[in-house]
């Protein structure tokens, strides 16, 4: 927790208070990102809820998250050959208006019935790899810290297996540190728990 803590303290970003202009200038922001999430929603889904194996959904993640995700894809340092480039097509402003646009959004609840031996495996490493410090009940816990609980499980599974083979970074190796030569079945218990989490 105390890890947890002092590395949440880290990411805080400062933010400002909205006046009258801003306000309007939002308004205005919101209908340009509607319209430039159309670009997205093939892929992402009209309502941020993906449809698509391996696309996560994006509906009700941090803002902060999603904009440090896609100044991640652009700078290269998190690699995508899909999304790459996308968010280089993307201006400060423009990724600003979609991560909010979709922060938005109704968080997606996961269709399919959960699988009660992989939910208990899950919910026992979860404790026990101290998943909960940073991600209890799979709540974006902190505002870069993304939400699990009703993103898709293959998106999960591969997002976790991606920080164990140091394919994915983290903010201070967080990610990398938590799945430190995990199991492959660990993997798969712990995005089935989180996923399926209301
Ligand atoms: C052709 C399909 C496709 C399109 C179009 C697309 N994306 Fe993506 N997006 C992906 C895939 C696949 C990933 C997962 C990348 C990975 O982790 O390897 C992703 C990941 C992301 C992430 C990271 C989410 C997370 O949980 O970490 C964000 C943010 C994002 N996309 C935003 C957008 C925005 C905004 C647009 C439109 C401007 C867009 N995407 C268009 C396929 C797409
Ligand atoms: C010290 C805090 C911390 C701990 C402990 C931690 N995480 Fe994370 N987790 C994060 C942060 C921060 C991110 C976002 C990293 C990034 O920007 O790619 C993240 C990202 C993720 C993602 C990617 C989600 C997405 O939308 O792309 C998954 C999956 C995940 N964590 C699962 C876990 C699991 C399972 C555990 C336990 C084995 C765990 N985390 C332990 C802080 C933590």
Known sequence: MLRAAGIAASFLLPSAPLGATETDALTEADALAGEL???CASCHGEKGI???????????QPEAYLTRQLDRFR???RSSTTMQPIASRLS?????ALAKHYARMPVPQIPNPA?????AKGQTLAASRVCDGC??????????????AGQ?????????????????????GVMAAATDRMPDEHIRALAHFFSHLP
Not at 50 to 60: C, F, N, Q, T
Not at 92 to 96: A, F, K, L, Y
Request: net charge negative; charged share 25%; glycine share 8%.
């Open 50 to 60: 993906s449809l698509v194996e391996g696309v996560p959904s994006l509906a009700g």
């Open 37 to 39: 999430a159309q670009q």
């Open 75 to 77: 700078a290269g340092q």
């Open 135 to 148: 991600h209890r009940g799979g709540a974006a816990t902190h505002e870069l810290v993304p939400r699990l």
């Open 152 to 172: 898709r499980e293959d998106y999960l599974r591969a997002a976790l297996f991606a920080y164990r083979d140091r394919e994915r970074a983290s903010p201070e």
């Open 115 to 119: 699988d009660s031996e992989l939910m």
């Open 92 to 96: 400060e402003s423009q990724t600003t």
